[in-house]
């Protein structure tokens, strides 16, 4: 569901008109996530399944226009990348979210097995308005990433993309990149959600023996 805000009695209607038409301004953040907790999982549904439920926990990161008009979604999806090493190509995907993680792992495991083969970009018909993007580049490590996104400066929903995780002294560190709009997120939320988050993975019970790799 998609509840409209009152942006007449809105309390952030200052600042969000100041980000979003004064100083349009989107900004990012890279961090490195200790995912030591994670160990033994399958990385990529894992931490699709973590940043999802943390999204949800949060306003600032479902806060988007539908049209003219400027929302909170209730919940929201993650749409993520499938890469195809046949052709060193990806293609954009999405899952629905559960809050159990098994039957989101199962989820995604049907969507990675029909979309493994799959040609083009968007394999998949319908992607729901209350998605966000997740990518990965297990490729490398960094230490800043940003996303520089053109048009009309109207898009509010958060991006998140990681690299390659390193071990650091007996520690495994995830560098996750946020990218957000200042017109409905700042920095204290931003740090809110990486607390939260964090909290999350510590407390991570998604013990699935004989995860399919996918």
């Known amino acids: 569901m998609f509840r409209e805000i009152d ?48 999204v949800n926990e949060m306003p600032q990161f479902r806060t988007a226009f539908q049209g003219e008009r400027l929302g909170v979604y209730d919940e929201m999806h993650p749409a993520y990348t499938i890469f195809h090493p046949e052709r060193g190509n990806f293609s954009c995907v999405f899952t629905e979210y559960s809050g159990d993680y098994k039957v989101f792992l199962e989820r995604y495991q049907r969507t990675a097995e029909t979309c493994r083969g799959a040609e083009g970009l968007l394999p998949q018909k319908g992607r729901p308005e209350n998605t966000f993007d997740i990518s990965m580049i297990p ?48 920095g204290y939320h931003v740090a809110q959600f990486l607390q939260k988050l964090q909290g999350a993975v510590e407390r991570f019970e998604g013990n699935i023996p004989n995860c399919k790799k996918t």
């Open 7 to 54: 942006l007449a009695n809105w309390e952030r209607r200052e600042y969000f008109f100041h980000y979003l038409n004064r100083v349009n301004c989107t900004y990012s953040a890279t961090v490195r996530l200790d995912i030591t907790p994670l160990k033994g999982q399958k990385l990529y549904p894992a931490m699709l399944w973590l940043l999802t439920g943390t």
């Open 139 to 186: 490729w490398f490590s960094f230490t800043s990433f940003n996303l520089n996104i053109n048009g009309d400066g109207r898009y509010l929903l958060p991006i998140f993309t990681m690299g390659r995780a390193a071990e650091e002294n007996g520690k495994w560190l995830l560098p996750l990149a946020i990218q957000v709009h200042h017109a409905v997120c700042d």
